[in-house]
């Protein structure tokens, strides 16, 4: 990655820690020899308090302050020397104080040996730096009101040694540390940086529609609620999308359904307007014969007249069958579901239009069925009973028989309406079921049919969500239809 945050956090922090080394170590360097000389002036004046202190109290020769100065002594490298008004020794430091009695006799009588520089004087005491061949020493000496003379002495060179390693060990340390915390830092950055590399990932499957990957991170910090809200976001767009393409989805088929009424609606007129035209000519043509005369006598005229009554019946069957037709395919009509006995209904159809199969001589076949009872809309069950058994009086020949048949099926029940006489054509089954198609017109015409009613069994059968269909048999045709039965009762 071009401008890693890792890479830049690193660098950032090596850069800040180097830079902190590197200030200390020249504070260091110019600043710790003179905190070292001061804090030793400090020490040496603390030192000479103390002796004054117990210089006025003649309390000098105890154990406690003894052992005080000796503490002093050794903690910062100090050589005491201290002597009472008889010139008889008081206090004698372990690292060399017998060697400062000469030095503070001759300061007492005058004498000095060394080179020495006065950096401070007091009333009774004098600071001095003080080099004596190729050493260098911060001295104090001097004589107290009560007798007491004292000397105190620390080498410089010590100081600038300490300094000078210090310095030396502060760069070392502050090196391998600038390292060590860089390539520490850099795995630290690597793993505050891993779940925002993940985020990142789940960011870019998101902007691809991928909503599987979820942050998992158990941190309890700022990117894991981060990550929690990217996870929200990305449940929520997926929710989103979802409602988006059902709305779609469901858009395209109100077009697709739109389209598809518009469609009806064309063919509706076209056809409509196919199958009066026929009839409305008839009527025209007979109702101008009938005003101009063309025959005077009462036969001709009740002939023509019956022709018009004929044809304005058959224009009436049509409209009335169109109309339930369209409430069946636009679902306005309601299909009431009840329990009823289908055998006993097809018997009293017989029985109505037994007179309609006796004028066309045609015998009618119903063995002698239990009861059975199913659940469907009784009215539209018989309408598409009624619409099978009047097609197979229309094209009845040959015995001149049909035969109604109910075969149980799997919690269902198979009502076949057969008739004898010519098969229908292979390639003009699948459209029997379209509105206004017609295998035969000519003998359509003779009859009076529309070309309707097997689209209104097809639409029927559909709203209770039942099969129905035709069969060719050697001898004739069968159209059937199935309905729900009671468990057990077939």
Request: with cysteine.
């Amino acid at each position: 990655m071009k401008h890693s945050i890792r890479r830049k956090f690193s660098l950032i922090f090596i850069g800040l820690m180097a830079g902190t080394v590197l200030l200390c170590w020249l504070l260091n360097h110019m600043l710790l020899g003179r905190y070292y000389f001061n804090t030793k002036t400090k020490i040496i004046y603390d030192a000479y308090q103390s002796i004054r202190q117990v210089a006025n109290s003649e309390d000098y020769s105890t154990e406690e302050f003894r052992r005080k100065l000796d503490d002093l002594c050794s903690r910062y490298n100090i050589t005491v020397y201290v002597m009472d008004s008889n010139s008889q020794t008081k206090y004698v430091s372990y690292n060399g104080g017998v060697e400062l009695e000469n030095q503070l006799i001759g300061y007492i009588i005058g004498i000095h040996s060394g080179t020495t520089e006065m950096l401070e004087e007091g009333d009774d005491y004098i600071l001095q730096r003080l080099v004596s061949g190729d050493r260098e020493y911060l001295e104090m000496y001097g004589r107290l009101s009560t007798g007491i003379s004292f000397i105190m002495r620390t080498p410089v060179e010590s100081i600038r040694v300490s300094a000078k390693i210090a310095n030396r060990f502060f760069a070392y340390v502050g090196i391998a540390g600038t390292v060590a915390g860089g390539i520490i830092i850099w795995f630290v950055a690597r793993r505050m940086t891993r779940p925002i590399l993940e985020l990142s990932h789940i960011s870019e499957q998101m902007v691809n529609l991928d909503f599987e990957a979820k942050y998992k991170g158990r941190a309890n910090n700022e990117i894991d609620l981060l990550g929690e809200n990217i996870n929200k976001l990305s449940a929520s767009l997926e929710r989103s999308i979802s409602e988006l393409k059902t709305a779609n989805n469901e858009l395209k088929k109100d077009i697709e359904r739109k389209e598809a009424i518009d469609e009806m609606r064309k063919e509706f007129l076209a056809n409509v307007s196919h199958e009066l035209k026929t009839p409305i000519a008839l009527i025209q043509g007979y109702a101008e014969g009938l005003k101009e005369g063309v025959n005077d006598d009462p036969e001709s005229r009740s002939f023509y007249c019956e022709v018009i009554m004929d044809e304005a019946s058959k224009m009436n069957q049509m409209v009335q069958k169109l109309l339930t037709l369209n409430q069946l395919e636009f679902g306005n009509d309601v299909v009431s579901m009840e329990r009823f006995d289908v055998t006993a209904l097809i018997r009293n159809y017989l029985q109505s239009a037994d007179i309609l199969t006796k004028q066309n001589e045609i015998q009618v076949l119903l063995e002698d069925y239990d009861p059975v009872y199913v659940w469907a809309d009784e009215y539209k069950t018989e309408e598409v009973f009624t619409n099978y058994f009047s097609n197979a009086v229309n094209h009845c020949e040959g015995e001149r028989k049909i035969v109604i048949s109910l075969t149980p099926e799997k919690g269902k029940v198979r009502v076949g309406v057969f008739n004898t006489g010519a098969p229908i054509p292979q390639e003009a089954l699948p459209h029997l079921w379209e509105k206004f198609y017609k295998v035969d017109k000519a003998r359509t015409r003779e009859y009076g049919g529309s070309g309707v009613g097997l689209s209104i069994v097809k639409a029927i059968m559909e709203s209770m969500n039942q099969a129905y269909g035709v069969e060719n048999r050697p001898d004739g045709v069968l159209f059937w239809f199935e309905l729900e039965t009671m468990e057990g009762e077939v």
